[in-house]
């Protein structure tokens, strides 16, 4: 049971904007900044969004982020074959005193 | 270029104990905070425990709480995780991380796997 909600899965077709969400509180998101990750079949996760709505030099404009309260959400627009990843929320916890993670949303390209 | 090197994993018994080491490099490492993240068979991201780069304060998932330490060595610029008492359920990928970063320094290492079993 992860400490921030995602949903399992998400899909959508080529062109499409997709929205992944991401359920905290407020000792997490709700007063830390949120972090979102792509994962890529056998790698490393990798850096897609930080400061809940900030990109990485390399991170294409498709991608943003943004933060309401104790929830984020990562969204994509004119979505890709490539993007078809599992994607992860983070952000630190003031009263655990950790990093939590969410479950991590697989997304499909149909 | 930024690399995060991480080492030290393999297969060991249920008892058993391992070190895990992250070499660092391109970076001001001996300043940033740093974390151990595992990941387990087809499953999600879990924080394992996190150090930080100011004043070397350490923090630990309940999970692992007593069972691992983890520790830094600035004049090396790299990491480490001592864990002791394995069990299969730590089996996993163990990825050295620099989670926080507010302007977008925020790096990962290829992972090492540690297989506990007999």
């Known amino acids: 049971q992860s400490v921030l909600t995602q949903p399992p899965s998400a899909s959508g077709t080529p062109g499409q904007r997709v929205t992944i969400s991401c359920s905290g509180s407020r000792s997490n998101i709700g007063s830390n900044s949120g972090y979102w990750y792509q994962q890529l079949p056998g790698t490393a996760p990798k850096l897609f969004i930080y400061?809940?709505?900030q990109r990485p030099s390399g991170v294409p404009d498709r991608f943003s982020g943004s933060k309401s309260g104790t929830s984020a959400s990562l969204a994509i627009s004119g979505l890709r074959s490539e993007d078809e990843a599992d994607y992860y929320c983070?952000?630190?916890?003031?009263?655990?005193?950790?990093?939590?993670f969410g479950g991590g949303t697989k997304l499909t390209v149909l | 270029e930024v690399q995060l090197l991480e080492s030290g994993g393999g297969l060991v018994q249920p008892g058993g104990s391992l070190r895990l080491s992250c070499a660092a490099s391109?970076?001001?490492?001996?300043?940033?905070?740093m974390s151990w993240v595992r990941q387990a068979p087809g499953k999600g991201l879990e924080w394992v425990s996190g150090?930080?780069?100011?004043?070397?304060?350490?923090y630990y998932a309940d999970s692992v709480k007593g069972r691992f330490t983890i520790s830094r060595d600035n004049s090396k610029n790299t990491l480490y995780l001592q864990m002791n008492s394995l069990r299969a359920e730590d089996t996993a990928v163990y990825y050295c991380?620099?989670?926080?970063?507010?302007?977008?320094?925020?790096?990962w290492g290829q992972g090492t796997l540690v297989t506990v079993s007999s």
């Open positions: 391109g970076f001001t490492f001996s300043s940033s905070g």
């Open positions: 400061g809940n709505n």
């Open positions: 991380a620099k989670l926080y970063c507010s302007d977008g320094s925020c790096y």
């Open positions: 983070a952000a630190w916890d003031d009263s655990l005193s950790g990093w939590v």
């Open positions: 150090i930080s780069g100011s004043d070397g304060r350490t």
